[in-house]
């Protein structure tokens, strides 16, 4: 379980996170959902132990993440927007050294890499450097090295940005494993389709504050809105016209 207690986060005159509570349950998809700017990609490199928030408490299974961001760390795996691969390294190099950071090593880590490979259906270009590999494969480097070391939590940045079609739905497939597994997922994307068919709950944060928060048919009741879409526009609509 993620558990972000009113954490506010400034930068010199902007507040860019006000307040912001929120739970990512086990066994659950949580979006995190914001237009730009609204403070949601702060919120995450908070949660991730990047950032330190000036006030309030992050904690992964317990862990609190400013005082003892270690043991937050090897409880969350972190997909970040950009995947970060070292281009010259294999993929399965990649995985390796992710491994080794979080303690593994031997004959141990390798089985690890080699049943994330066939999980991620990676085989095909375990051993090909980085920079040589198509953007979908990429990310599912990205994701195996955030899942290497066992996490039973997932902070997913914007995980099928260009992703096409084909390497999209694999992914959304490789989430509900993840989510049905038990693993407690936090999952930002700018794409309502996808919030829709992916997300247990959802969490909308606009001007630094959250805005909304529930299931999808919370939102939408709240909101008095049949379409998702059209849900998140008036929830973040309503909390400029109230800022």
Do not use: W
Not at 152 to 175: F, K, Y
Request: proline share 4%; charged share 25%.
């Amino acid at each position: 379980m993620i558990e972000v207690e009113n954490i506010h986060k400034r930068f010199g005159k902007v507040q860019a996170v006000n307040g912001v509570s929120f739970r990512v349950a086990d066994g659950r998809i949580t979006g995190l959902l914001g237009p730009n700017g609204a403070g949601k990609s702060t919120t995450l490199r908070i949660l991730s132990t990047v950032l330190k928030p000036d006030q309030g408490t992050v904690r992964v299974d317990g862990s609190d993440v400013r005082a003892d961001p270690l043991a937050a760390r090897l409880k969350l795996g972190v997909l970040p927007h950009a995947s970060g691969l070292y281009p010259r390294l294999t993929a399965r190099e990649n995985i390796r050294y992710y491994g080794e950071l979080n303690g593994l090593g031997g004959q141990a880590l390798n089985a690890r890499i080699d049943e994330l490979a066939e999980l991620l259906e990676m085989r095909e270009f375990a051993d090909r450097p980085a920079k040589g590999i198509s953007q979908g494969q990429r990310i599912k480097v990205a994701l195996a090295r955030a899942l290497v070391h066992k996490p039973r939590n997932l902070a997913l940045d914007e995980p099928t940005n260009g992703l096409d079609v084909m390497a999209t739905r694999a992914l959304r497939a490789t989430i509900r494993r993840l989510r049905d597994q038990g693993h407690c997922v936090l999952f930002s994307s700018h794409v309502m389709q996808e919030v829709a068919q992916l997300c247990d709950a959802i969490v909308i944060i606009a001007h630094g504050r959250i805005v909304a928060q529930g299931t999808p048919e919370d939102i939408r009741r709240q909101t008095g809105e049949t379409d998702l879409e059209e849900a998140f526009v008036k929830a973040v609509d309503e909390s400029g016209a109230s800022a």
